[in-house]
């Protein structure tokens, strides 16, 4: 009931970077995701040119994706780096709760006038999820910048199972809504 600090979640961190991935397909949102879970995308258009492009990409690096009010990362200055671990706070109907992921794989490419850069996370061990969420942005042809999160994701614990009904809905609404947050990151620019 009471909201972890960010010192508890720091220890807890240093904790969970030891441990496993709680499930088998690490790595496989950058292809096809895979059956057996449930999968979800959402993309949007945050604007036009490289100066979009520019506030998404750093929107990224600082976590801003996850400014959606009742879903926090922790700590908001972890280096988009493969092997990090992060801390995700939430608070769903009163009760505060933490899940830890670890960033899986990280990308920025070039093809022709096409470019891109994102990068995964996947779920560990304490976490009520099993899978991966892909966070990318990419400039195309046109200068047109996009937003993408998508998921492939199940339920990790009894608990999870049991509610999987009202957090299926609340971890697809935060993709929706982390659409929202790099909308008007890009809006406000990096000094906001």
Known sequence: MTK?????????????????????????????FPSGYEHHHHRVRLGRGQEVFDRAKEALGN??????????????????TVGNTIAIRVRIFGVWAVAFDRIVDVYGEQDGECRRFG??????????????????IEIDREDHVDYEVAAFFRPNTLA?????????????????QSAEAMQLACKLGPSS
């Open 119 to 136: 990068f995964s996370v996947g779920t560990l061990t304490e976490h009520p999820e099993q899978g991966e969420e892909r966070f990318s």
């Open 4 to 32: 972890p600090s960010h010192q508890e979640l720091l220890q807890k961190i240093a904790e969970q970077s030891r441990s496993p991935f709680n499930y088998p397909d690490v790595g496989a949102s950058l292809c096809e």
């Open 63 to 80: 976590w801003r994706q996850f400014d959606v009010g009742w879903v926090e990362a922790i700590p908001s200055d972890t280096s988009i």
């Open 160 to 176: 999870a199972k049991i509610a999987w009904p009202v957090l299926h809905r609340r971890f697809n609404r935060f993709r929706n």
